[in-house]
């Protein structure tokens, strides 16, 4: 009994014709007519009720094709692993990333590599710059994907990337005051809170430190955006986080007219291999991910 059969069997039950199963399985009919047949004569019972071009299961067909799925998904498990043995190629990727770029983002990414490598299982940890790279140095990650910015090493013995660039921009709520004037000074910013991002030692980082006044300090870039979106202050956002504002409830965001409106970053995938080369899967997925961040348009102000 061929796996081939069973999934041409499988296609047929499915979609009640061999048309539309050899349309399905870029097959022509009469080789999918013929190993139906092949079958149901090994197994010395009909598979099928025919009625004109539509066909429906046989009571023996109906009893065998769970089982036939079954068979067919564990043919295609035993084949990637074979795949993935003969190309050195692991069976784990653990990939850490921070959450400069949006859900909508990494979903996409995930659904790229699953189809590119459907064997791979996949453990995706979402954590700070700084704990990323502890983590990837102990050996618990293989890539890690943050951006990068001051007082953020990576260390000699990690390889470094950059996939993109990311802008940070001053941003205040649209009904914020702030947003409404022509230009302002740090004497203006003094009086409005800061939301600023923390790092795991608790330091601020993106921020104006020429001014002095409270702060409100937060370690995620989405409770900053959130933050700044509820009128709690101001402060920088990074600029993929801007997109898509418009489909939550709320006021979206505007620029603070100051001499440090924006400014920008490498957004980096580190590893301890050379991620370069895309016959691998860390180069793959490294040069996936650059392809997509450079498909996307980051840095509008323009949501309502």
Known sequence: MKVESLRYFVAVAQTGSVSRAAARLGRNRTTVSMAIAALEDELAAPLFRRSGNSMALSPAGEAMVDDA?????????????????????????????????????????????????????????????????????????????????????????????????ITMTLAVAQDHPL??????????????????????????????????????????FELVRDAIRDGLG????????LAGLSETAGPGLGTVAHGQVSTWFPYLAHSCTVPGDDSTVLGWLSQCIEAQMHSLRFGSLSAD
């Open 234 to 241: 101001w402060g920088y956002v990074p600029a993929p986080l």
């Open 69 to 165: 799925v079954r068979l067919i998904a564990l043919a295609d498990k035993l084949r990637r692993n074979v795949d993935h043995s003969r190309d050195g190629e692991p069976a784990k990727l653990r990939l850490g990333r921070d959450d400069v770029l949006p859900e909508a983002f990494w979903r996409q990414i995930i659904r790229d590599l699953r189809q590119h490598r459907p064997g791979l299982e996949l453990n995706m940890l979402y954590a700070s710059p700084e704990v990323l790279l502890r983590q990837l140095h102990q050996g618990q990650l293989d890539l890690a994907c943050c951006l990068g910015g001051p007082g953020l090493q990576a260390g000699p013995e990690i390889h470094s990337r950059v996939l993109g660039r």
């Open 179 to 220: 947003s409404q004037l022509s230009q302002v000074s740090n004497a203006d910013l003094a009086d409005v809170p800061q939301v600023v991002y923390l790092d795991q030692a608790g330091e601020a980082r993106f921020h104006v430190p020429e001014v002095a006044g409270e702060r409100l300090g937060l370690s995620s």
